[in-house]
């Protein structure tokens, strides 16, 4: 079936035979369905309501954490690789149309707001250098579209081809600011640890690294001086074995001009990149939901919260490791894991679990606890896309708390369907990770993935439908068989940046 040419392509990207066979069959059998058992909501304790006193109690768990002498090593993870393409998407059917002024509502509040865009004066003096003339010249000459081409081309700022965290998203005196200088403040304000030394990585496109790796360059002394912080900023690309190979209609290997076509796999091929990284405590946000420092106070404060809730779980779990590790624990000693597996943990566990011997009973309780764990931030619905959050049922039987995206559920069944649309809580990308055990050393995160959870989508190569193959996402079936807890955290901390218009929202001011 495999000429002499793929075997070559499957060796360059490090990816067997077998994984494409595997991936082929995919195609042709589906994914199955979750088998959601409930909404989690505030009410049932699928979600975490913190008091004040509680809040106040987690976070300084954080500090006392953070500050040990006994040094932690606390990373900061960052998806950065996406195109701000995305953003422009109204801009760019602007240029291509055949009105030469703005008509749309989008239109218009781009042309009549520029000024309050933090790239204004990169893109006047683009304007400048380009035609000779600057942005309210040309704004009364109505040549809007070389505005556009200004902003979007690739002779002027080419934004319309760089990614998100390149971009000028905040106004300060000092200086303005992208997404990355934001991440880099941020991470500062909660992750430094107790030589304040603050660690970041940003995941990246092979095209763009270079860019990345130079702002960083330029910027971060200037970031060192200012926080009195030192920074140690990494980088990593989506690995190309974690490619996926593209079907035709029949679920044949897709190929253009003889030739196999792949695809990127997804977020969930960060998977990867998360699992060769060494921390004890990794927080996960995406590179656009960020906001300037004069509204940074409460994603600080909660992003502390949640992990100071994750740091505590953690003693717990680890204590109850030890004391089964060591063998000399006690009938009421493996009731009172039971007892936090259900309580503390949301893990619901077969009733036959508790009819078993003491041995037994203590070997599940050992292989749930012995995970990795997350605590991820939930707000509240608003409309927005992205993953719910949900109790699901496994083929043990176990019932956990899982970030769902309705592409995972059987809309066509019509109590799976109220479920997911009775959700009152998404999750806006607010993860915090502990990726070691109980004896210091790292999971295999790889083996924690629930494969059985990826999705199949339709898209098209020069004009010619293909099916392409996504695999688990990072926080949905890459995270599945992870101990997991959500706690609510206010929208306040959830400003993303979907298009160029969300920069004018009072949040990016």
Known sequence: MWTTEDKAIFKEKGITEKQVNDQLKRFEVGFPYLDLTDVA????????????TEEEEVIQEWETYRLSTERKEILKFVPASGAASRMFKDLFEFLTSEREEPTTTFEIKFFQHLKEFAFYSALNDTCLHLYAKDIPSLLMEKQYKSIVQSLLGTEGLNYGKLPKGLL??????????????????????YAADSEDEVHLHFTVSTEHRALFEALLKEKTTTYEEQLQKK?????????????TIAANAENQAFRENGELVFRPGGHGALIENLNDLDADII???????????????????????????????????????????????TEEDIKQIFRFLQEELQVQYPESWEREDLKTQALYAYQ????????????????????????????????????????????????QRTMFEGGTHFNPVDLVCATKDYKGHKFLLTNFVDEETGFISSKSKNG???????????????????????????????????????LLRKEHQ
């Not at 404060?301 to 004391?323: D, E, M, N, S, T």
């Open 231 to 243: 920074f140690h900023v990494s980088f990593s690309e989506q690995k190309s074995s974690t490619d």
């Open 41 to 52: 909501t505030i009410e049932n304790k699928g979600i975490l309501r913190l008091q004040n």
């Open 168 to 189: 000028l998203f905040h106004h300060y005196t000092q200086g303005n600011r992208t997404p990355v200088e934001e991440h880099l403040v941020e991470g500062a304000l």
């Open 368 to 415: 749930v606890l012995h995970r990795p764990l997350r605590i991820c931030g939930m707000v509240k619905n608003i409309g927005e896309p992205g993953g719910g959050p949900f109790w699901v049922k496994d083929k043990q039987g176990i019932t956990t708390l899982q970030i769902i995206e309705s592409s995972q559920i059987n809309m066509q069944s019509p109590i």
């Open 283 to 329: 927080f996960i946000k995406n590179i656009d939901n960020v906001v300037p420092d004069t509204l940074k106070a409460d994603t600080v404060r909660y992003k502390k919260i949640i992990a100071g809730l994750l740091v505590k779980l953690q003693k717990q779990v680890f204590a109850y490791l030890h004391l089964l590790d060591r063998g000399n624990y």
């Open 464 to 502: 010619q439908e293909l099916k392409a193959l996504e695999l688990p996402g990072l926080w949905n079936g890459a995270m599945s068989k992870w101990n997991t807890l959500f706690v609510e955290v206010p929208l306040s901390t959830f400003n993303p940046v979907k298009t160029v218009n969300d």
